[in-house]
């Protein structure tokens, strides 16, 4: 289970840029960090990748969704993550590529949770479940609709986003390949194994 140390290596990264791009304050110890402006883009490779502050009330891609919908959204969010946890946990004999890929995706869908479920109370601005989750990194794409919404530029997301992707690619890519290379394996020893037995019977 040390890919758990990636899990949390993700997560802590994912919540600490969230707080520096919004800010945050603790009275007690006098710390108050302004973050940046809603809405405010800082250039980091000129147009083309942009750390731009904006807040995504519903779904991937600023779907929005309503009350009801978004309750249950961040229901399914920590169900799912429990459940990633649990087939972590089975699956900790199994390929690197699919525990680091399953490690990933539990980062993601933990740092996330964190947004809905507390930011909200945390911030004062709307119950627990309800938070809005914090999306800065902006990344200059060409024009696509998706939806029925036409996006001028790929949607703003975060570190998150970013680990649950990764981690998604990971297991389509690697697991996969391990899986057919185990069933090449398999099918080469079969193969192997006929042929000297029609050997010992001629």
Do not use: C
């Not at 904006?54 to 929005?64: I, K, R, S, T």
């Not at 961040?74 to 390929?95: D, E, H, K, P, Q």
């Not at 398999?186 to 029609?198: A, F, G, P, V, W």
């Amino acid at each position: 289970m040390k890919v758990l140390y990636l899990t949390l290596a993700v997560f802590i990264t994912d919540q600490f840029s969230k707080l520096a791009v919004k800010g945050f304050s603790i009275p007690f110890m006098n710390i108050n960090w302004e973050g940046m402006d809603y809405g405010q883009s800082i250039n980091v490779i000129g147009d083309f990748l942009r750390i731009t502050f904006v807040e995504n009330p519903g779904m991937a891609f600023g779907l929005d969704v309503g009350p009801i919908q978004k309750f249950i959204l961040s229901i399914f969010t920590f169900v799912a993550a429990i459940g990633l946890f649990y087939y972590l946990y089975r699956s900790r004999n199994g390929s690197i590529a699919l525990r680091i890929g399953l490690a990933l995706i539990l980062a993601g869908a933990l740092g996330n949770l964190i947004d809905r479920a507390f930011y909200g109370v945390i911030f004062g601005y709307a119950p627990l479940l309800y938070g809005h989750v914090v999306d800065f990194i902006q990344v200059e794409f060409w024009d696509f609709t998706l939806f029925g919404h036409t996006y001028e530029t790929w949607p703003i997301f975060n570190i998150a986003d970013s680990s649950v992707t990764v981690g998604v690619a990971i297991i389509l890519l690697f697991h996969r390949d391990k899986e057919l290379s185990e069933e090449n394996e398999i099918e080469e020893n079969l193969n192997k194994t006929t042929l000297m037995n029609n050997v010992s019977n001629d």
